[in-house]
Each structure stands twice: as structure tokens, then as C-alpha cells.
């Protein structure tokens, strides 16, 4: 088939949606001839990875834009992110128009943004729209406020009344309306898009997030992971938002200190929140050997990182497919985690433990009780660090993107062919 993406988010080498994009068109590639409209941002790295690509005979690119300064301030930028989304999204759309009176394309897939907050350049072009995976419809616990910053907190209160606002929007109608099949990555999600009039047979779930091969083989852990037994190595990373619930797991460590468990929590990544929780930090009187906030890793830091640690804990708020913990799984961390959103659908109590979203307090007590109970049980910590192992191989891989993408693909074809 000749399939036409709109992935803004599409980079080489980088994480999160850029990752996403760029892992989502390559393995769409394998199986078909792609056209991908772009972010221009992106254009001097994609065109210096093509030159040696093994599928560039099957990979096209149109660029829109041209890259932006981001604001210093995350939560600024994010909004920045926002408005400029808009932007591309007015322009891919003609572009999708035009290319569509150039060539004949067989299904049009809407991949980045993962969100359904700004519809798709790819309506309403008279060829089956694949929409998503997308994510967005997952809603912050508004009785948690109190324990962001308050720039978090407003960020916030900001998304919910733009996701009401959203939700009105006629591309979101047009997306919702024209699209042959809406993908999402959490049952939210599917419940909110169902809010918005969307027909429940159209939408599917499905995670956008996987790992290649190659990734799977430098994350793989030959010998089951075991504590020592003065350390237990727990690790988190990613933006450092408000809503990945980073102060419950400061408070979490902070009983884990009274009980006297050993512990080393280190969070690899940056954000907006890290002053903030570095202030936590000193409150709590975490020490700083024990608690290590906002640490930069290059990529092969990160990994060992991963490979070393025993424990992924994030208990997110809100959350959609997590690219970090799917990492961290795939190098049999145990992950601990929030009940909701897209890392929900992954984690089982087979190779993982759920957290209820409860109250803060409560859920910093849960954790430093699973986390007790695992460091009491070496055996247990393993057997479920290579359960979380297995997960991911199973149900994380680039194969089985393809085999359920492809799937997607030849399921809407038939029925365009029908009707």
C-alpha cells in the first residue's frame, strides 16, 4: 500500500513523540511506501539519516516549518507547542490536499501528535484515515493540586478547560467523524472520545510505543537482577512534570528512610518541576547520596542506568504510553506505577505493581509497602522483573506494531472496497 502519515513529531534521534514518529514511519516502511508531512525542524537530521537508509527507495518526506526557539520554561513551552501545533496543522492540511491530487494513496495515518486535541490535517481527504494512536482524553485528579507547584497546578487547571474547549472544536468533529478507525492508547481516552460522539465500533486500542530489535538487545539483562544487600536501585525519568507524581515518590522514600530500607532513587531527566522538588527534597530531609533529582544521562548512561537499577517508579497521574518505562521494563525493572492510563493497560501484578489513585498520602504509603515487600523478597523481585521483561518483548515489539498496524490497514481497505 501507499500510506500518507502526519507525523509533526519525527526525529531520528530523539525521545518521546520525536521517537515515536520516527519508530512509527520506519516500521510502517518495512511493509509499505510512505510519504511523511513533517515538522521543518526536523528536516538537516532526517535527510543525514536517509542518505544511508536501507528503506529510503520507501520513504518520502514534505517538510512544514522551520524550527522554533522554545522558551526556557517547559510548561511556557509546552503551551508555545501548543499554538504552534495549530499552526501546522492549518498548513499540513493543504499539503495533504495537494499531495492527494499528485498521488494515489491507499490509507492516510494521522501518528503525531499522539493527541486527539487538534484532529488531523489527514480529514476529509477521500482516502481511509487511520487516527492514532492517540491519547489526551486521561484527566489529572484535580484533588492532587495541592502537591504541584503552583505553576504546575495552573498548567493543569489550563488543560482541562483547553480539553473543554477542545472538545467543541470542529476538527476534532472531523477528525472523529471522517476518521475509519481512531486508535487509542488508553481506555480514558476511548471513553471520552465516546463523549464526544465517536462510534464505539471505530475505536480500537492500541499502544504507540514499542522498541525495536536493536533496542531490545542493549536493554536485555542476561543474569535475574537481585538487590545487594546494602542497596536497593530505584530509578524514574522523563520530563519532569507535575503530574508524573514525582512528590508522592519523594514522600514514599521519605518513610522507606524511617524504615531503614537502603535505598538510591535517581530521576534522569530535567523539567519544569525540579526546583520545586528539590525543595521537597531538603523538607523531607532526604539525603542528597540517597536522592539524586534532575541527573542528565547520555545514551549510553541511560541505558546502564536502567540495566542496573531494579525498581521503575512513577505513579503518574496521568499518563498516556510511556516510552521511559517501557525502556526500563524491557531491562527487567519492576515497575511500580499509577492505575491509570496507557501504562495501566501494560502492567499487570504479574510483572508489576499498580498504585491506586487515591490520596497522596495514601499512595506514598502503598508504595513504601510494595517496595518493602519486594526488597524483603529477592526472589520475588526477580521473578517479576523478568515477568516485566517478557511483557515487553511480548507485547512492546516493532513486530508486533506492524502485525496489528498492518492488520488496521487491510481491515479499513476492505471495507472502503465494500462501500
Not at 464526544?196 to 471505530?202: F, R, S, T, W
Request: overall charge positive; some cysteine.
Amino acid at each position: 500500500m501507499r500510506i500518507l502519515i502526519a507525523a509533526i513529531a519525527c526525529h531520528p534521534r530523539s525521545g518521546s513523540e520525536g521517537y515515536v514518529g520516527w519508530s512509527s514511519v520506519n516500521a510502517i516502511a518495512l511493509d509499505h511506501d510512505v510519504h511523511v508531512i513533517t515538522s521543518g525542524a526536523g528536516r538537516v537530521d532526517i535527510e543525514k539519516e536517509m542518505a544511508g537508509h536501507p528503506l529510503r527507495e520507501r520513504m518520502m518526506f514534505t517538510y512544514i516549518g522551520e524550527p522554533i526557539r522554545w522558551h526556557e520554561n517547559r510548561l511556557i513551552a509546552r503551551i508555545q507547542s501548543w499554538l504552534a501545533y495549530r499552526r501546522w496543522v492549518d498548513e499540513a492540511a493543504s499539503t495533504a490536499m495537494r499531495l492527494c491530487e499528485i498521488e494515489k494513496f491507499d490509507v492516510a495515518h494521522h501518528v503525531t501528535y499522539a493527541t486527539w486535541r487538534m484532529g488531523t490535517p489527514l480529514a476529509g481527504l477521500g482516502i481511509p484515515l487511520v487516527f492514532g494512536p492517540v491519547g489526551g482524553g486521561e484527566q489529572f485528579p484535580l484533588r492532587f493540586l495541592t502537591m504541584l507547584s503552583p505553576l504546575s497546578a495552573g498548567f493543569e487547571i489550563v488543560r482541562v478547560i483547553s480539553g473543554w474547549v477542545a472538545g467543541k472544536s470542529g476538527l476534532v468533529g472531523k477528525a472523529i467523524k471522517k476518521a475509519a478507525l481512531i486508535l487509542v492508547n488508553n481506555r480514558e481516552t476511548k471513553e471520552f472520545l465516546l463523549g464526544l460522539g465517536a462510534k464505539k465500533e471505530k475505536i480500537k486500542l492500541m499502544s504507540q510505543s514499542f522498541l525495536s530489535a536493536d533496542k531490545m538487545s542493549i536493554l536485555r539483562c542476561e543474569k535475574p537482577k537481585s538487590p545487594s544487600k546494602d542497596k536497593l536501585k530505584i530509578f524514574a525519568g522523563g520530563n519532569l512534570e507535575g503530574r508524573k507524581g514525582v512528590a508522592i515518590v519523594l514522600e514514599a522514600l521519605a518513610i522507606l528512610l524511617k524504615w531503614d530500607i537502603p535505598f538510591e532513587f535517581t530521576y534522569g531527566g530535567n523539567g519544569p518541576e525540579l526546583r520545586y522538588l528539590e525543595r521537597l527534597v531538603a523538607r523531607l530531609h532526604l539525603p542528597a547520596q540517597r536522592v539524586k533529582m534532575g541527573v542528565t544521562l547520555l545514551a549510553g548512561e541511560y541505558f546502564q542506568a536502567l540495566k542496573e537499577a531494579h525498581i521503575y517508579l512513577l505513579p503518574s497521574l496521568r499518563e498516556g504510553a510511556p516510552v521511559t518505562m517501557i525502556e526500563a521494563m524491557a531491562a527487567a525493572c519492576v515497575p511500580i506505577i499509577g492505575q491509570c492510563g496507557g501504562a495501566a493497560m501494560l502492567v499487570t501484578q504479574d510483572c508489576g505493581r499498580l498504585i491506586s489513585i487515591t490520596t497522596p498520602k495514601q499512595m506514598a504509603l502503598d508504595i513504601a509497602v510494595e517496595i518493602k515487600a519486594l526488597w524483603s523478597s529477592p526472589g520475588l523481585l526477580e521473578r517479576l522483573g523478568k515477568a516485566a521483561a517478557e511483557r515487553v518483548a511480548e507485547r512492546c515489539s516493532q513486530s508486533f506494531y506492524r502485525e496489528q498496524i498492518n492488520d488496521h490497514y487491510e481491515s479499513i481497505a476492505r471495507n472502503d472496497a465494500k462501500g
